[in-house]
């Protein structure tokens, strides 16, 4: 494979340089043999050139820059495969929220606190929010003993991450799956 010039094109952020976009003059060059030296930048290009091989800076903040002689598309190829890998590994925690008003019935908590309980089962957070209106304000320590109420009888699959705050117009507790 001959050794590629970017220089036609602009280089994009997120890639590594390669070959003649490599700034620095000293370099410790990685061969595929294993083998590793440090030495100039033009000795390295000739490096690369003997194998047919790209140049690739993998390390640019190490003094001297690390730099790799490899294919340059199989590298991108690798590092992109991982980067996915890794992203689909990961686990995004939503959260969920219940919304109740102080006077919300006991037939309606224990429906809302079903639907909560498969939430925190599948790893999710869950918002429980009692909304005032009007003279329901005078009625806050209502909407605090319905969270309470609600907390208890999750305590098995969840913990409170916030107590019950009171936030303008509305009480807030935010419940969180226990690693049980």
């Known amino acids: 494979m001959a050794r590629r010039n970017f220089r036609g094109r602009p280089r994009q952020e997120d890639r590594p340089r390669v070959n003649d976009e490599i700034r620095a003059d000293q370099v ?10 440090v030495t100039t930048l033009d000795r390295a290009i000739q490096i690369a050139e003997q194998y047919n091989l790209d140049l690739v800076e993998v390390a640019p903040d190490a003094r001297p820059p690390v730099c790799k002689v490899i294919d340059f598309g199989k590298y991108m190829y690798e590092k992109k495969k991982k980067e996915k890998e890794a992203k689909k590994k990961q686990h995004t925690v939503t959260v969920k929220e219940l919304r109740f008003r102080p006077n919300t019935d006991d037939h309606d908590l224990e429906f809302k606190t079903r639907h909560a309980r498969e939430f925190l089962e599948g790893g999710d957070k869950v918002k429980a929010t009692v909304q005032f209106r009007g003279r329901d304000m005078l009625y806050t320590e209502k909407g605090e003993l319905l969270l309470l109420k609600l907390a208890k009888s999750l305590e098995d699959v969840s913990k409170i991450e916030t107590k019950p705050n009171m936030e303008g117009r509305r009480m807030i507790m935010m419940l969180t799956p226990s690693k049980s």
Do not use: L, N
Request: proline share 10%; charged share 50%.
């Open 28 to 37: 410790r060059v990685i061969k595929p043999d294993e083998g590793h030296e």
